[in-house]
T-cell receptor, first 112, second 111 residues
Framework: DAMVIQNPRYQVTQFGKPVTLSCSQT?????MYWYQQKSSQAPKLLFH???????NEADTPDNFQSRRPNTSFCFLDIRSPGLGDAAMYLC???????????FGPGTRLTVL | GQSLEQPSEVTAVEGAIVQINCTYQ??????LSWYQQHDGGAPTFLSY????GLEETGRFSSFLSRSDSYGYLLLQELQMKDSASYFC????????????FGPGTRLSVLP
């Protein structure tokens, strides 16, 4: 059974049109992460939640926001997608900070 | 902040042993992790070193030397399915640098 679920798997949006990606987990983990991964590059952490405590990486653009309404769900909002935001977006969870991270299958975002 | 370096590509044959190195610069971190990612797939956890020394998990082993700012992943008895990208990663103690992946090493296993 899938433990970290991301929907949709593929998302197409237009330049400047807001888009929301979703992530859910059945592991009851405290920490949820959002990463951006571009082709042939490493995943880059955008932000993470420890429970309801939000932690933004220093270089994450303001265009990216996140919400975690409860333990199971976390959303990534891109307010005004640019062509440079086309990438794979990966959600991950861990039981505690510095624990093993479990990744979802990712959502591939295309910006037209 | 943190920065990590890995070789970009490594090639080996089935049954061989390969070592993927990771050097890093960081002001402080909790441990060094290794993740595997197949093309089109998500990263999956392989190994973690919080302390110096060798950690062994089946065919995979990982090593950390904090004094040398160096670690490596050792893959033994290589199989074709081991062809993938391998990332080292550190969980930093600095604000705003929570978890940083290295650039990744693409391993190709040849028959």
């Amino acid at each position: 059974d899938a433990m970290v679920i991301q929907n949709p798997r593929y998302q197409v949006t237009q330049f400047g049109k807001p888009v929301t990606l979703s992530c859910s987990q059945t592991l009851n983990h405290n920490v949820m992460y959002w990463y951006q991964q571009k082709s042939s590059q490493a995943p880059k952490l955008l932000f993470h939640y420890y429970d309801k405590d939000f932690n933004n990486e220093a270089d994450t653009p303001d265009n990216f926001q996140s919400r975690r309404p409860n333990t199971s769900f976390c959303f990534l909002d891109i307010r005004s997608p640019g062509l440079g935001d086309a990438a794979m977006y990966l959600c991950a969870t861990s039981r505690e900070a510095a624990d093993t991270q479990y990744f979802g299958p990712g959502t591939r975002l295309t910006v037209l | 902040g943190q920065s990590l370096e890995q070789p970009s590509e490594v090639t080996a044959v089935e049954g061989a042993i390969v070592q993927i190195n990771c050097t890093y610069q960081t002001s402080g971190f909790y441990g060094l992790s290794w993740y595997q990612q197949h093309d089109g797939g998500a990263p999956t956890f392989l190994s973690y070193n919080a302390l110096d020394g060798l950690e062994e998990t089946g065919r995979f082993s990982s090593f950390l030397s904090r004094s040398d700012s160096y670690g490596y992943l050792l893959l033994q008895e290589l199989q074709m399915k081991d062809s993938a990208s391998y990332f080292c990663a550190v969980e930093g103690k600095d604000y705003g640098q929570n978890f940083v992946f290295g650039p990744g090493t693409r391993l190709s296993v040849l028959p």
